[in-house]
């Protein structure tokens, strides 16, 4: 297997511009544990998070929680100056621009720069930093429910309890 071009490092600093976070539509698919880390920051049930922050995407598989968008696409967290929700954003978030796709090759890390300012500016993060943040993009499944459950009746049960549960890896 070649060595990955990043593996002697890249240059990125985040600078906070909330390109990522805002002005095109997207998705943020969440996993168990994003879910757990959100209900615990944001002291809400359950059902009332499911029914203010996210909604079903049809993925192929099943359906999919991802969050929602503001109109504009804004990410449902953002406010003025950032995420409302950073110390427990989802892994997604926290792990961006070192996603698979985007660290295939030096022509996709480069072509996502036109997103990203953040992209070979700053320090040069190593090799084994930039691993380990695509092992947790990779390694944070996104839930998937099956088909037969109706939206309106998932509970904290079936998502966190996985009950009628398979993961994907998005």
Partial sequence: ???????????????????????????????????ERLLAHLGLPFREFLDKYTRAVDVGTGWSISLTEKPGYDCVFWQAGGCGVYAARP???????????????????????????????????GGESIKSRLMARMGNKALILDYALRWETVDENTVLGRTRLSSHAD
Avoid: K, N
């Fill in 91 to 125: 892994v997604q978030c926290s792990t961006y621009p070192f996603w698979p796709g985007i660290l295939d090759s030096l022509a996709d890390w480069r072509s996502e720069a036109s997103s990203c300012p953040g992209i070979d500016t700053g320090p040069l993060l």
């Fill in 1 to 35: 297997m070649p060595t990955p071009f990043w593996q002697e490092g890249l240059h990125f600093g985040c600078t906070r511009c909330s390109a990522c976070c805002r002005h095109d539509p997207g998705f943020v698919f969440l996993s168990g544990s994003d879910i």
